[in-house]
């Protein structure tokens, strides 16, 4: 782990190089499948999202700027960047990490997540907060395509999409939902 054991904030990932970066991914790999070996967990979700984390977290300013995660059952890598690396071995356990984004586990989770569908309106409505108060920082909601069949995320969709807020939606489409994505939306 010698990327990962250097790493004890999201700052820490933007100083790395594109080299330093493919290193970090290894580790973070390496730590998801020993860690969901020991306690379950959502295995492949994860492994599938290692490097856009990297990304987000290399050009994000967390926990200033804000990551909102839909479902957020792939968050073990934002994890392990934000400063639980040291408690990653209790996830899912009782009085452990939680297998998703936790308001009350860390600054960098600005919204706990569980159901789908809901990141690109709870991320709108972060956008509108920050332009109430004057406020001057990015937002990035997180989607799966399999997410992205829900009614909510068209709702948010509809609504981001006349109200001009800067804030950025990002499609993880992997062609993947629980299972195969089904119905006439995908
Ligand atoms: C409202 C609601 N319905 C169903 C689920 C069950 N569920 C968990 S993950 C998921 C979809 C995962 O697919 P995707 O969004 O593409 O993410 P990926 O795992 O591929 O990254 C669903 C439907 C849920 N969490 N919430």
Avoid at 23 to 38: F, M, N, P, W, Y
Avoid at 88 to 106: D, I, N, P, V
Avoid at 118 to 126: K, N, V
Wanted: with cysteine.
């Amino acid at each position: 782990m010698k990327y990962l054991s250097k790493i004890n904030s999201s700052s820490d990932v933007r100083e790395l190089s594109l080299e330093q970066l493919e290193g970090l991914a290894d580790d973070v790999r390496q730590e998801i499948i020993s860690a969901v070996a020991d306690t379950g967990g959502h295995l492949a979700t994860n492994l599938g999202a290692v490097e856009m984390t990297l990304g987000l977290h290399h050009v994000f300013d967390l926990p200033t700027d804000k990551l909102v995660w839909d479902v957020s059952h792939q968050v073990y890598a934002h994890k392990l960047l934000t400063g639980r690396r040291e408690q990653f071995h209790t996830l899912r356990q009782y009085g452990g990490l939680a297998g998703f984004t936790k308001r009350a586990e860390s600054d960098c989770d600005p919204y706990g997540a569980g159901h789908a569908s809901t990141a690109i309106s709870a991320a709108l409505g972060i956008a509108a907060a920050r332009d109430l108060a004057g406020r001057d920082f990015k937002v990035v909601a997180i989607i799966g395509d399999g997410s992205l069949t829900g009614g909510l995320a068209f709702e948010g969709l509809n609504n981001a999409g006349t109200s001009k807020k800067d804030l950025l939606v990002i499609l993880n489409d992997n062609t993947w939902s629980i299972s195969k994505n089904v119905g006439a939306m995908s």
